[in-house]
């Protein structure tokens, strides 16, 4: 069964600093991965997915993730964070339940604070 | 209006109520789930269904049950409430042509069982 790992339940930044929330995932074959944005009291909103290709994906609101296999990782990063980006950050991993079936497996999530 | 709509957005209920959740989707996706976040556990699967006659549990279903009454309406019951299922709920609806791409969510129902 796949799963997925954020290690950081907690991200405090500066506004203008770099951002990079990481993600581990466990699946058998290749992984459609995700990241998924809630902010408070809000649903998801998708931020950017992987399926194959480029193993750098963007995604909106300036970010981005980079798939590497070697390291089962889809960390997703930030240039330089704004202070709307404060919310909870969720990693997704979509593995096939048979056929066309797929199911998301969602990480714990991350909170982000964002310091003026 | 929205693709996936939820109903209650907010509820609270005793405990030993009976409660039911609805989701109505006007997105003509087959599949539709329900979930439920609790802080610091994520989003996790309670029961999922890929078309009206089909209905699957998932990793957290004990104390839930469901009914797929058409292609567009997914309702989560809680048979006798307990405060643990204190959570937010998300329902969920994904079309089998987009594969794993075409996840639509609702923005949730936050139930306190009191």
């Known amino acids: 069964a796949q799963s997925v790992t954020q290690p950081d339940i907690h991200i405090t930044v500066s506004e203008g600093a770099s951002l990079e929330l990481r993600c581990n995932y466990s699946?058998?074959?290749?992984?459609?991965l995700f990241w998924y944005v809630q902010s408070p009291g809000q649903g998801l909103q998708l931020l950017l997915k992987y399926f194959s290709g480029d193993t750098l994906v963007q995604g909106i609101k300036g970010f981005e993730a980079e798939f590497k296999r070697s390291q089962s990782s889809f960390n997703l990063r930030k240039p330089s964070v704004h202070w709307s980006d404060a919310a909870e950050y969720f990693c997704a991993v979509g593995a096939s339940s048979g056929g066309s079936n797929y199911k998301l497996t969602f990480g714990k999530g991350t909170l982000l604070t964002v310091n003026p | 209006d929205a693709d996936v709509t939820q109903t209650p957005r907010n509820r609270i209920t005793k405990t030993g109520k009976r409660i039911m959740l609805e989701c109505s989707q006007t997105k003509g996706h087959d599949r539709m789930y329900w979930y439920r976040q609790d802080p610091g556990l994520g989003l996790r699967l309670i029961y999922y269904s890929f078309d009206v006659k089909d209905i699957n549990k998932g990793e957290i279903s004990d104390g839930y049950s469901v009914s797929r009454q058409a292609q567009a309406k997914f309702s989560l019951s809680l048979e006798s409430a307990i405060p643990n299922q204190t959570a937010l709920y998300f329902c969920?609806?994904?079309?089998?042509?987009?594969?794993?791409?075409?996840?639509?969510f609702g923005s949730g129902t936050r139930l306190t069982v009191v």
């Open positions: 699946y058998g074959a290749t992984p459609y």
């Open positions: 969920a609806t994904s079309d089998p042509r987009e594969g794993v791409y075409g996840y639509t």
